[in-house]
């Protein structure tokens, strides 16, 4: 089993910026690909980013160019770098984790708390 934790939000005013964190724990050696999800109030959760082991990543087009995903050698941990940020950023934002084909947070139901992003003047 592998534990994920978020960390890292806040609340920040636009153009600001914050380091997402997100820890997993457990069976971490059979991780290949890990992600952050973000659901803002009435809307759906959606893919934010993604990092695979050979080391290639994906962004969704609203934050191409202002985040950044990475993670640790040991895939002990995810990290979202997140540059001028928007009010359309805030949401609460999850990570997950793919072991073998399975992301062990599945498409429906509560990931958990996640983390707080707010974005406002």
């Known amino acids: 089993q592998v534990q994920l934790v978020e960390s890292g939000g806040g609340s920040v005013q636009p153009g600001e910026s914050l380091r997402l964190s997100c820890a997993a724990t457990g069976r971490i050696g059979s991780i290949n690909a890990m992600s952050w999800y973000r659901q803002a109030p009435g809307k759906q959760r959606e893919l934010v980013a993604a990092?695979?082991?050979?080391?290639?990543?994906r962004y969704h087009d609203a934050v191409t160019g202002r985040f950044t995903i990475s993670r640790h050698i040991t895939w002990n941990s995810v990290s979202l770098q997140m540059n001028s940020l928007k009010p359309d950023d805030t949401a609460v934002y999850y990570c997950n984790a793919r072991v073998g084909s399975v992301w062990i947070r599945p498409d429906y139901g509560s990931w958990g708390q996640g983390t707080q992003v707010t974005v406002s003047s």
């Open positions: 990092i695979l082991s050979g080391g290639q990543t």
